[in-house]
T-cell receptor, first 105, second 112 residues
């Protein structure tokens, strides 16, 4: 199956800082999604982005399908951005291990 | 509009017992999914459905069965629970494959 690697595994920021999370995958895909899991376990689907760039408020994502990676940008981070960010790829939704983000006030 | 609900929220089983987890959505979504999440890991897809009466296997289907008799409900069954099935189970639904998935709050299952 497709291998999915996310980096960094952990990230600690001060409120207001920007960050970039990376998702590498091992094969061509027609599906790539980003998710956020808050510290209480609730999951939110952030983006469906198999290619190109999308923006939603302070979050944006870019997928370069030909080079098999996707980036999630978080600008002006807030404490509510804390949690784990996952990418998932492929028709059977293979998830990476996630990036744990902690934003300190 | 309750979104996606899961029943029960918590359950403890003994090895060999059976149970059914219920996922219900009130958004008229076609696609529904069952995932499991083990500590420190991402989600893994167990089974999914692309419409009423249809089901398909995901990455880790062994030991589970599913049914989608009504569009709004997706049931996940464990016929003979094993300790390896101790996990948090999430259900999700979406209107189409390219649309946002909406998740339930999860069911924490412990098999002793």
């Amino acid at each position: 199956g497709i291998q999915v690697e996310q980096s960094p595994p952990d990230l600690i920021l001060q409120e207001g800082a920007n960050s970039t999370l990376r998702c590498n995958f091992s094969d061509s895909v027609n599906n790539l999604q980003w998710f956020h899991q808050n510290p209480w376990g609730q999951l939110i689907n952030l983006f469906y982005i198999p290619s190109g760039t999308k923006q939603n408020g302070r979050l944006s994502a870019t997928t370069v399908a030909t080079e098999r990676y996707s980036l999630l940008y978080i600008s002006s981070s807030q404490t509510t951005d804390s949690g784990v960010y996952f990418c998932a790829v492929g028709g059977d939704m293979r998830f990476g291990a996630g990036t744990r983000l902690t934003v300190k006030p | 509009n309750a979104g996606v609900t899961q029943t029960p929220k918590f359950r403890v089983l003994k090895t060999g017992q059976s149970m059914t987890l219920l996922c219900a959505q009130d958004m008229n979504h076609e696609y529904m999914y069952w995932y499991r999440q083990d500590p420190g890991m991402g989600l893994r897809l167990i089974h999914y459905s692309v419409g009423e009466g249809t089901t398909a296997k995901g990455e880790v289907p062994d030991g589970y069965n599913v049914s989608r008799l009504k569009k709004q409900n997706f049931l996940l069954g464990l016929e003979s629970a094993a300790p390896s099935q101790t996990s948090v189970y999430f259900c999700a639904s979406t209107l189409a494959f390219t649309d946002t998935q909406y998740f339930g709050p999860g069911t924490r299952l412990t098999v002793l």
